[in-house]
C-alpha cells in the first residue's frame, strides 16, 4: 500500500511556510548579489567607500533575512496560539522590527563604519524578494520536476 505517495515511496511533506520563507531568502539573496555587483561596478576604484559599501549591503541584506524571519514567528505565533486577542504579538513585532530598522539606520548614519545608504539598500531587497517568491517557487518546482496543479509547464493557469 503505497498511501497515495508517488511511486511507493514515502516522501516527506513539505511545509508551505519553510518553503515560502526559504524562497523569500533565496530572493534576498539574489536581490542582494544584484546590489553588490552594482557596487562593485559603480563606486571608484581603490576607494574605500566600495568596501564600505558592499559592507553595508550586505549587512542590509542580513537585517532583512531577520526581519522576514521575525515576521514568519511573529505570524505563526499568533495564529497557533490561543489568545483572545492575537493581534497584540503583531503588532508588538511590528514595533520590534521597526526599533530595530531605525536603530540600524541610525547608528549607519551616525558611524563611519559603513553608509546609512547602503545600509537601506541590503535592507529594501526584502520587498523585490517578496514580490519575487512566486517566480522562485515556480523554479524550484520546475527544477525538481512537481509543477503544481492546475499550472502548465510555463506556470500559466490551464484549462481555461
Not at 21 to 37: D, H, K, S, T, Y
Amino acid at each position: 500500500m503505497d498511501n497515495g505517495k508517488r511511486g511507493g515511496t514515502m516522501e516527506k511533506e513539505q511545509d508551505p511556510l519553510k518553503c515560502t520563507v526559504r524562497e523569500v531568502m533565496a530572493g534576498i539573496a539574489v536581490c542582494g548579489g544584484v546590489e553588490l555587483l552594482i557596487c562593485l561596478l559603480v563606486v571608484g576604484q581603490g576607494s574605500d567607500l566600495k568596501w564600505k559599501s558592499m559592507a553595508g549591503v550586505v549587512l542590509g541584506c542580513l537585517a532583512a533575512a531577520g526581519l522576514f524571519w521575525h515576521m514568519k514567528c511573529t505570524v505563526k505565533q499568533a495564529l497557533g496560539g490561543r489568545e483572545a486577542k492575537p493581534f497584540i504579538p503583531v503588532r508588538a513585532g511590528y514595533l520590534i522590527r521597526l526599533v530595530a530598522v531605525a536603530g540600524l539606520i541610525l547608528l549607519a548614519a551616525f558611524t563611519d563604519f559603513v553608509p546609512a545608504l547602503a545600509v537601506l539598500a541590503g535592507l529594501l531587497t526584502l520587498k523585490p524578494a517578496v514580490y519575487l517568491q512566486p517566480v522562485i517557487h515556480r523554479l524550484l518546482c520546475r527544477r525538481q520536476g512537481n509543477v503544481p496543479e492546475g499550472q502548465g509547464d510555463d506556470g500559466s493557469a490551464s484549462g481555461t
